[in-house]
Nanobody
């Protein structure tokens, strides 16, 4: 059974930084794509950044230059380093993973990700 558990959210002021973590268990696909999505109140869940088993990454325009995604394979942990945070980054952030295909297939498409964590809240104040 695949489990994804996020941590690291919190409240910061604009311009601050946070590091989100996602601990994965039971996720054994050798070919895969993992990533971060976020959902603000009243808005649809959107892709933020993804990374796959080949080390390929992709990020939403809103994240480029400010957010970085990393994966520690030894620890089965996915990270999202967020810098220069803005109030519009306020959202629930979710870790997600695909059922066996890489990010060239999944991209930032929510429907391509079968496994989801419970989310961690990020609040950025101005």
């Amino acid at each position: 059974q695949v489990q994804l558990v996020e941590s690291g959210g919190g409240s910061v002021q604009a311009g601050g930084s946070l590091r989100l973590s996602c601990a994965a268990s039971g996720y054994t696909y050798s070919t895969h794509c993992m990533g971060w999505f976020r959902q603000a109140p009243g808005k649809e869940r959107e892709g933020v950044a993804v990374i796959d088993s080949g080390g390929r990454t992709s990020a939403a325009d809103s994240a480029k230059g400010r957010f970085a995604i990393f994966k520690d394979n030894a620890r089965n942990t996915l990270y999202l380093h967020m810098n220069s945070l803005k109030p519009e980054d306020t959202a629930m952030y979710y870790c997600a993973a695909t059922p066996g295909y890489d990010c060239r297939v999944a991209g930032l498409l929510r429907a391509r990700f079968a496994y989801w964590g419970q989310g961690t809240q990020v609040t950025v104040s101005s």
